[in-house]
C-alpha cells in the first residue's frame, strides 16, 4: 500500500508561481513511477509530468519549460514546481504513484486568476 497526501495549492494570479508537494508513505520502496496529472472543470482529467525512480523526467507540452517535477528521496516526497501559470492551468492536482498498482492522492485545487 502507498499513501499519497498532496498540498501547497491556492489562489495565485497569471503569471505567477506555486510549488505543489506530494508527500508518499507505505510501500514508497516498490513505487516505479510518480506523476502528476490534473481535471478542470467539466474536463477529463489529463497527465501533467513524470518521474521515474531513476529521475528521468517528462512533460506534456502545455506545460513544458513552465513546470518542473523533482523529488526528495530524504523526505519521501515528490514537487512540482509551476512558473508562469495562465488561467487554463486552473484545476485540481492530483499525484499518482505506480508500483504494483496505481495509487491516488486527493487532490489539492490550483486556481489562477487576476
Known amino acids: 500500500q502507498v499513501q499519497l497526501v498532496e498540498s501547497g495549492g491556492g489562489l495565485v494570479q497569471p503569471g505567477g508561481s506555486l510549488r505543489l508537494s506530494c508527500a508518499a508513505s507505505g510501500s514508497i520502496f516498490s513505487i516505479e513511477f510518480m506523476r502528476w496529472y490534473r481535471q478542470a472543470p467539466g474536463k477529463e482529467r489529463e497527465w501533467v509530468a513524470v518521474i521515474s525512480r531513476g529521475g528521468t523526467t517528462n512533460y506534456a507540452d502545455s506545460v513544458r519549460g513552465r513546470f518542473t517535477i523533482s523529488r526528495d528521496n530524504g523526505k519521501n516526497t515528490v514537487y512540482l514546481q509551476m512558473h508562469s501559470l495562465k488561467v487554463e492551468d486552473t484545476a485540481v492536482y492530483y499525484c499518482?504513484?505506480?508500483?504494483?498498482?496505481?495509487?491516488w492522492g486527493q487532490g489539492t485545487q490550483v486556481t489562477v486568476s487576476s
Open positions: 499518482q504513484a505506480t508500483a504494483t498498482y496505481d495509487y
